[in-house]
């Protein structure tokens, strides 16, 4: 994934990083069974907007280095991140709901990379009998305004953004 979801995907992964978990933002099942302790996958699932692509004129911006001035579209959006947390056969479950409440705690109380909670959810523990490895799923979701600015020459969108206040 690149782009602006991609980075945000990336600066939340940071974030989860800092607060002391083993992060990656794209895994298989085998990778997972080399790590001695518990991994999230961090992956963005799902992303619900209004229909249709940047037509809300958000206003102008005058651009800090060149001083011109650029068209704002925006939308308000629900971003949905994805926690896949693994654990192998060793650490069991409990590897697993460890570092869940890790990864809960940090994006309820801090949010996701600068994005409000709206709601954060844990699964079930299960066992991955073919991978070996234990997993628990977590979800997030945020609220978010997805930003670009028209390029008036080009006559096309740039500089995508993913923004949001924390309260």
């Known amino acids: 994934m690149s782009g602006a979801l991609g980075r945000w995907r990336d600066r939340v992964a940071q974030q989860l990083r ?3 978990l083993n992060v990656v933002t794209a895994m298989d099942p085998g990778r997972a069974a080399r790590w001695r302790e518990a991994v ?3 992956a963005v699932s799902q992303v619900v907007c209004a229909p249709g692509g940047f037509q809300d ?3 102008m911006e005058r651009d800090g280095q060149t001083g011109e001035e650029r068209e704002v579209y925006g939308r308000e959006a629900e971003l949905t991140l994805a926690l896949d947390i693994f654990a192998p056969r060793d650490g069991g479950g409990e590897a697993c709901r460890k570092a869940a409440e890790t990864a809960v705690e940090c994006l309820a109380c801090r949010g996701a990379a600068g994005l409000p909670a709206v709601e954060v959810r844990t699964g079930r523990t299960e066992f991955l009998e073919r991978d070996g490895l234990y997993r628990l799923e977590v979800a997030c979701r945020c609220r978010a305004w997805l930003t670009a600015r028209a390029d008036q020459e080009a006559g096309a969108f740039t ?6 206040r924390m309260r």
């Open 159 to 164: 500089d995508f953004e993913v923004k949001g």
């Open 40 to 42: 999230a996958a961090v």
């Open 18 to 20: 800092d607060s002391g």
């Open 57 to 59: 004129y958000l206003g």
